[in-house]
């Protein structure tokens, strides 16, 4: 059981910075999801934890050991690659067995973590087939399992369920985080996809360009994220972003849309203030817009008048692309909204959800 | 010149023309056929041309070869098998055999060996592509060239006279002492010798194939290793090398062949004397120096024999990498 640190890590390749300036600390039994778009940097972040890579500038502590210059078979850390990586012609005994032969474990001990690991996955069935023979759900298990039997004091997960079907994904999704909480050893677990971040993660560290952007719990970042980047990686559908200025006085502040215009609450005027007459970016997400035959609270201050643009039923709830001037954005509202495309419905916004950046920085300013 | 150009123009234009000609043929001759049978035939038509070919200048030549091998020396008296027992009992044929058994081994294990070495080394390093053209460069040089060049490298001066051959010349200047050694001529050195020629010109292409086997390793896999807990070393004998197995049996077995085959390199340097005798050598000589038609025939029947079963070791070998892909 370790901690990880990231001691100011920068690690380049040429002139490209894949990770610049990596300050994080993994705690003891954390699950720590590493989240971007591709070529954020997250999986170089995570190879240079495996030892696979070597660090240009910083330093890398596993349980509080400076490992820089050690090997990667001596970090004492079990890594799930994305396309699995099992050896091919070794039967699905033998890849879970390999590490341990190697580390000398007794033949008896050996037998007893491989076949405790099938166990627990589910695939004790499996051990005399080559990898050739199994579904991609399966070795992906075995490639799991191959990580579990080590116990190492860390796990490394680079997309692990990235090639495996919708349904599969989502299953296995929370068997991994069962299967922490069981053996309760430090993960970090590298994803690009932010349903997989939300759900399985302690704590979420967002990157961009090898920048860390934020790192937070989930809910956390879903609710106060601390620029536009994070706010629109984080949330599916994905939060709307409208151009805006700050209007009107000190005691009365409006968010100018051109198109719409509303009233920032109390709570979030003393952020806003400086920023009268200044040019920003409103954001609001999809959920946080409600029909207003529906809404309780609807007022001229928090009401938008605007045009159903598409109408995608989902059952559960109804995507509304919606228009604003020649603005579009998504609305994710109750499934009992009945609307036509070309209709003029009022939308009202909870402006208590809303978010503002500064246009420039594209920092939160709330 | 102008005679030149012109069969040049008939090869250039004549050749395809011809082609199309003939599958022109063929579809217009299987317009008459039922629309049913025209898939099963079509192949057939289309592959005959080959098949004649190969016919003629193969199947009979092999054949024909194995009827002559039951004859006398100009094939006017049938003798049975007088020919192969002569095959296996004379003196000059059973050096060829030990030689070419020392061939199979030596040559084998050196050029598939020093292949593997070195591709595994060249895939680490920066300057790897210039690096295996270097090796791999004897293969564009002829054979006989190459045995030319050899025979100059491996040349002998008694001592005192300058050494004009370059393994003398440099192992009389580095080694105090050293007395200059006639290479070619002397029994235990000469058949390495001629073998370490073999060598040199044939491990570039072992190595092209294995690296190019190397390259169709995943990285994930020898990282997923490393992690594991193997080192190097680990990670060479337990993943890379038995998963380039079926690539290293195809190399070995072409080899094999070539060992078996082992003519030029021989016929240049010693001409087969001085115990270096081998198979195809023996071959040439009882055909083109002593017209000896029946034993030189009965010669290739054996060398044919035994190369066919590696040949099909080798094919087999290769479909299944084949499908593995």
């Known amino acids: ?366 | 010149m102008a005679n030149t150009l012109l069969m040049a123009l008939i090869v250039v234009l004549g050749v395809p023309a011809v082609m199309a000609g003939y599958v022109g043929l063929v579809e217009w001759l299987l317009g008459f056929l039922p629309e049913r049978h025209r898939p099963g035939v079509r192949p057939w038509l289309w592959i005959g041309p080959a098949v004649l070919f190969l016919v003629v200048f193969l199947v009979y030549p092999a054949l024909n070869t194995a009827g002559i091998s039951l004859f006398n020396a100009d094939s006017t008296r049938f003798v049975g098998l007088a020919n192969y027992a002569y095959v296996f009992t004379a003196q000059d044929m059973l050096i060829s055999f030990k030689n070419n058994i020392l061939w199979l081994v030596l040559f084998t294990l050196l050029t598939v060996t020093f292949g593997l070495i070195i591709a595994v080394l060249f895939d680490r390093v920066r300057y790897e592509a210039a690096a295996k053209a270097l090796i791999f460069l004897p293969m564009a040089i002829s054979f006989v060239a190459a045995g030319v060049i050899w025979k100059l490298m491996y040349d002998f001066k008694p001592a005192g006279l300058p050494q004009m051959g370059t393994v003398n010349a440099i192992l009389t200047t580095t080694i105090p002492g050293f007395q200059p050694q006639a290479w070619l001529f002397n029994p235990s050195t000469n058949n390495p010798g001629l073998i370490a020629v073999g060598v040199w010109m044939w491990t570039g292409f072992c190595m092209v194939i294995l690296s190019a086997g190397l390259k169709g390793i995943p990285t994930e896999i020898l990282e997923a290793a490393r992690v594991d807990g193997a080192n190097e070393w680990q990670v060479f004998w337990r993943i890379i090398l038995p998963m380039l197995s079926s690539t290293i049996t195809v190399v070995a077995t072409t080899m094999i062949i070539n060992a078996l085959k082992a003519f030029d390199i021989i016929y240049v340097m010693t001409n087969g004397n001085y115990g270096t005798e081998v198979i195809a050598n023996r071959m040439y000589k009882e055909m083109f120096n002593f017209h000896q038609f029946g034993r030189a025939s009965a010669i290739a029947v054996i060398l044919l024999l035994a190369i066919i079963p590696i040949m099909l070791k080798n094919i087999q070998d290769f479909r299944r990498q084949e499908a593995l892909r």
Do not use: W
């Open chain 1, 1 to 366: 059981m370790a901690s990880v640190t990231f001691d100011h890590v920068t690690k380049r390749f040429g002139d490209v910075i894949a990770v610049n300036d990596l300050d994080l600390e993994v705690k003891d039994k954390e699950f720590l999801v590493l989240v971007g778009p591709s070529g954020c940097g997250k999986t170089t972040a995570l190879r240079l934890v495996a030892g696979l890579e070597e660090i240009t500038t910083g330093n890398v502590y596993i349980a509080d050991r400076l490992v820089n210059d050690v090997a990667p078979k001596d970090r004492d850390i079990a890594m799930v690659f994305q396309s699995y990586a099992l050896y091919p012609h070794m039967s699905v005994y033998d890849n879970l067995a390999f590490g341990l032969k190697l580390r000398k474990t007794p033949k008896k001990e050996i037998d007893r973590r491989v076949n405790e690991a099938a166990k627990i996955l589910g695939i004790e069935q499996l051990l005399d087939r080559k990898p050739k023979q199994l579904s991609g759900g399966q070795r992906q298990r075995v490639a799991l399992g191959r990580a579990i039997v080590r116990e190492p004091k860390v796990f490394l997960m680079d997309e692990p369920l990235s090639n495996l079907d919708a349904k599969l994904r989502v299953q296995t999704r929370a068997e991994i985080s069962k299967l922490h909480m069981r053996l309760q050893t430090t993960v970090i677990y590298v994803t690009h996809d932010q349903v997989e971040a939300m759900t399985m993660g302690s704590r979420i560290a967002v990157m961009k360009d090898g920048l860390l952007q934020q790192l937070d719990t989930p809910q956390n970042l879903y609710d106060r994220p601390t620029n536009m980047f994070v706010a629109g990686f984080i949330g599916s559908p994905a939060m709307n972003f409208f151009d805006a200025k700050i209007v009107g006085t000190t005691d009365e502040l409006y968010v100018d849309g051109s198109s719409f215009r509303v009233k920032v609450p109390d709570s979030k005027r003393p952020a806003v203030t400086r920023y009268l007459g200044k040019d920003v970016v409103f954001g609001i997400r999809p959920e946080d817009m409600y029909d207003r035959q529906f809404a309780t609270n609807a007022s001229l201050d928090n009401t938008v008048s605007v045009t159903v643009d598409v109408v995608e039923p989902m059952g559960s709830e109804i995507y509304l692309y919606l228009l604003t001037g020649a603005k579009s954005f998504v609305g994710r509202l109750d499934s009992r909204t009945q609307v036509r495309p070309g209709q003029q419905i009022d939308v009202v916004l909870d402006l208590e959800h809303m978010h503002i950046f500064d246009r420039e920085t594209q920092e939160a300013l709330v």
